[in-house]
């Protein structure tokens, strides 16, 4: 596919292109959450992917700082810089609106540009959402709480991030499932409520048991939960697009599945992974949760 005609949805060379989708709004999203439709998100950081995920209906986009492992080859997503998550932020944004996409657009701030103080945090967002954000997530429990109520009142709407918190994966001791124990799940389930009552929009819930991340979400009123090997219960799902797509340089997770797998392409794949998630076929808790 090429993007070189700037005014047509991707596929409209085809001729088989639906008419353009509703941007995704907060208000939309919130209202998909309130009506029990699940939330299908993806990673991508470049344009082209994020103009297919767009045609194939994925309600958001998540430039993540897996960007580090999965375009840089880097073993972790500690040393991805703010620099990168601009450039890959601006290149998905520009993809979208190259296709007059409907995706709902966040960005990962990366470690080391948030930690050292509120003011630190917000400069970061707003670089993020000056190259075409629309949220900005960032990782970490109680410690993030007066750093997202400060970002949000400034303007800029926040996705928190708890369970396994990838920048933080040495402190953690690894890639581990987290909130196993009943002290670690009621500081996770604080944590949310405190995150959701500072004003955090979305929450990633990334490898906790799925009872935990169901109960989350039950909780939560003004919060959308996003689950990631985190059980079936929560307001929607988001992957490593590579992972789903079965690209992967090493072995993808336990949780993944591979929607190549009996797709024509990459476009259907995606399409599969939408339905999958919407429909309650995917994540299935007897394979794909703890
Ligand atoms: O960086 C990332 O891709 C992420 C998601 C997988 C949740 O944080």
Redesign the pocket.
Same mark, same amino acid.
Do not use: R
């Given at each position: 596919m090429s993007l070189s005609d700037a005014a047509a949805p991707y596929g409209a060379q085809s001729g088989a292109v639906p008419a353009p989708r509703k941007a995704v709004t907060l208000s939309r999203l919130a209202d998909m959450r309130a009506r029990g439709e699940k939330i299908a998100m993806l990673?991508a950081y470049d344009a082209t992917f994020a103009a297919v995920a767009d045609a194939a209906g994925v309600d958001c986009l998540?430039v993540? !700082?897996?960007?580090g492992m999965v375009c840089q080859g880097l073993d972790s997503?500690v040393a991805v810089s703010m620099e990168a998550m601009r450039h890959h932020t601006e290149s998905v944004a520009r993809g979208l609106r190259r296709v007059q996409g409907a995706a709902w657009l966040i960005a !990962?701030l990366p470690f080391g540009s948030y930690q050292a103080s509120r003011e630190q945090a917000l400069r970061s967002a707003i670089t993020l959402m000056q190259a075409g954000a629309q949220m900005v997530?960032l990782?970490g429990g109680g410690w993030t709480v007066d750093t997202v109520r400060f970002i949000v009142e400034r303007g800029v709407p926040v996705c928190a991030?708890l369970g396994l918190t990838?920048q933080t994966v040495h402190a953690l001791g690894g890639y581990k499932v987290q909130g196993r124990d009943d002290s670690s799940a009621a500081r996770l389930l604080d944590d949310a409520r405190a995150l959701q009552d500072a004003g955090a929009a979305m929450l990633?819930l990334?490898m906790v048991p799925a009872a935990l991340s169901a109960r989350i979400t039950g909780e939560l009123t003004r919060c959308a939960t996003?689950g990631?090997g985190a059980g079936s219960g929560t307001a929607g799902q988001?992957?490593?697009m590579h992972d789903m797509l079965g690209v992967n340089l090493g072995k993808p997770p336990k949780f993944v599945r591979n929607f190549m797998a009996g797709s024509d392409g990459i476009e259907q794949a995606l399409r599969a992974y939408v339905q999958a998630v919407k429909g309650g076929t995917f994540p299935d808790d007897t394979l794909h949760a703890w």
């Open positions: 990673t998540l993540g !700082d897996s960007l997503t !990962d997530k990782e991030h990838p990633v990334e996003i990631i988001v992957l490593v």
